[in-house]
T-cell receptor
Framework: QQQVKQSPQSLIVQKGGISIINCAYE??????FPWYQQFPGKGPALLIA?????SEKKEGRFTISFNKSAKQFSLHIMDSQPGDSATYFC?????????????FGRGTSLIVHP | DGGITQSPKYLFRKEGQNVTLSCEQN?????MYWYRQDPGQGLRLIYY???????QKGDIAEGYSVSREKKESFPLTVTSAQKNPTAFYLC??????????????FGEGSWLTVV
């Protein structure tokens, strides 16, 4: 059972456009939602994260929007640049379950054309 | 600099061979993880360890084995029982415990190809 569903699987955007990646979850006990960015041949790295007590978090051109009632969260990349081309993973973690291991989405491959 | 070192970066395995991927971290993290990455499959957890001399199976542990004899080391052995081992393998670590912003740090990965 896929606990965090991520879409789209791939995304092509023109330079300067907005990239939007969506994730949906089922477990209402999830309490921490990080996004990871992975460049080809490298390991993922934390990009930005949000807790469910806020609806939005912004860091530079990257924004997480969080809708607790809909159990959805999304990553928005404003003014997308070719250097943003990477695979993006959303994740969610349930502390109450006693495990600190996040559940990852399947990833979105983003290509930003110059 | 602190980080996670995986070796080798590229490894070729013959049918029937066991191979071991190395993972060392100097972040003083208690928890360590192994993930497998295949195109379109995301990150799948193989094994994890929250403390020395203890480890737990993840979602796809069959055909793999690990050890955790030292805090900083968590090697992964891909055994001949793993029928489709060709993949990108990622080692990771984190502080263990109920810290809300518990970031997982990943190594650079190891490519394993069966020849």
């Amino acid at each position: 059972q896929q606990q965090v569903k991520q879409s789209p699987q791939s995304l092509i955007v023109q330079k300067g456009g907005i990239s939007i990646i969506n994730c949906a979850y089922e477990n209402t006990a999830f309490d921490y939602f990080p996004w990871y960015q992975q460049f080809p041949g490298k390991g993922p790295a934390l990009l930005i994260a949000i807790r469910p007590d806020v609806s939005e978090k912004k860091e530079g051109r990257f924004t997480i929007s969080f809708n607790k009632s809909a159990k959805q969260f999304s990553l928005h990349i404003m003014d997308s640049q070719p250097g943003d081309s990477a695979t993006y993973f959303c994740a969610a973690r349930d502390l109450s379950g006693g495990s600190y291991i996040p559940t990852f989405g399947r990833g979105t491959s983003l290509i930003v054309h110059p | 600099d602190g980080g996670i070192t995986q070796s080798p970066k590229y490894l070729f395995r013959k049918e029937g061979q066991n191979v071991t991927l190395s993972c060392e971290q100097n972040l003083n993290h208690d928890a360590m993880y192994w993930y497998r990455q295949d195109p379109g499959q995301g990150l799948r957890l193989i094994y994890y360890s929250q403390i020395v001399n203890d480890f737990q199976k993840g979602d796809i542990a069959e055909g793999y084995s690990v050890s955790r004899e030292k805090k900083e080391s968590f090697p992964l052995t891909v055994t001949s029982a793993q029928k489709n081992p060709t993949a990108f393998y990622l080692c990771a670590s984190s502080i263990d415990g109920p810290y809300l912003e518990n970031t997982i740090y990943f190594g650079e990965g190891s490519w394993l190809t069966v020849v």
